[in-house]
Nanobody, 122 residues
Framework: VRLVESGGGSVQAGGSLRLSCAAP????????LGWFRQAPGKGREGVAT???????SYADSVKGRFTISEDNANNNLYLQMNSLKPEDTAQYYC?????????????????WGQGTQVTVSS
């Protein structure tokens, strides 16, 4: 299964971006979908997850600012990012898995995208 992210870019602090993740040609129904990020020189950080029942979970660092959502009919996943901060600068990845532990602390996923860069300037 191939996951393809889009929507990254450069914004000023306080701005917004919407990331999208598509799984073209896939008809698989995942249990857990998530967004992760990795900044230069830092480890991977789980940002948000959504399970097949629509239950969402967020890292404390983005709670209240980011919203994860999905379009089941078209196999698309989204991450709406508002009130962006310079510390949100990172490469963002979407991921999918059939396992039932669906929280930002999930250590691994079966499928990942290639990532999209988000840069927030102060």
């Amino acid at each position: 299964v191939r996951l393809v992210e889009s929507g990254g870019g450069s914004v000023q602090a306080g701005g917004s971006l919407r990331l999208s993740c598509a799984a073209p040609g896939s008809t698989y129904s995942w249990y857990c979908l998530g967004w992760f990020r990795q900044a230069p020189g830092k480890g991977r950080e789980g940002v948000a997850t959504i399970d097949k029942y629509g239950r969402q979970s967020y890292a404390d660092s983005v709670k209240g600012r980011f919203t994860i959502s999905e379009d089941n009919a078209n196999n698309n996943l989204y991450l709406q990012m508002n009130s962006l901060k310079p510390e949100d600068t990172a490469q963002y990845y979407c991921a999918a898995d059939s396992g039932d532990y669906c929280f930002p602390s999930r250590p691994s996923y079966s499928y990942w995208g290639q990532g999209t860069q988000v840069t927030v300037s102060s």
